[in-house]
């Protein structure tokens, strides 16, 4: 069973930054093990991919939308993933969420992860 919470949501203004946290739990996962993403999903909008990267951290990939202002990050220690999120725009408005991958090299697809999170709203105001 795992276990992945997000944490660093909030309300920002245009141009700030947030860093969004998600830790994961499980006796038997093993997290450095799969490649961890972050998707976000805005009202009325698709879940999207925003941001992935492999088991080892080596690789990453990033939305076209995020890139240069986002930043995926792992700390297998921890078994934590991290997004920082800087210059941030009211687009960027949306529920956030972590996902494992059992591809280790990791995938754009929301149908190659496993296990969700439940989210973490982040909120930018023009």
């Known amino acids: 069973q795992v276990q992945l919470v997000e944490s660093g949501g909030g309300l920002v203004q245009a141009g700030g930054s947030l860093r969004l946290s998600c830790a994961a739990s499980?006796?038997?996962?093993?997290?450095?093990?799969?490649?961890m993403g972050w998707f976000r999903q805005a009202p009325g909008k698709e879940r999207e991919f925003v941001a992935g990267?492999?088991?080892?951290?080596?690789?990453?990939e990033y939305a076209d939308s995020v890139k240069g202002r986002f930043t995926i990050s792992r700390d297998n220690a921890k078994k934590t993933v991290y997004l920082q999120m800087n210059s941030l725009k009211p687009e960027d408005t949306a529920v956030y969420y972590c996902?494992?991958?059992?591809?280790?090299?990791?995938?754009?697809?929301?149908?190659?992860?496993?296990?969700w999170g439940q989210g973490t709203q982040v909120t930018v105001s023009s």
């Open positions: 499980g006796r038997t996962f093993a997290f450095n093990s799969y490649a």
């Open positions: 990267t492999s088991w080892s951290g080596r690789t990453t």
């Open positions: 996902a494992a991958c059992r591809i280790p090299v990791g995938s754009t697809d929301y149908r190659s992860y496993d296990s």
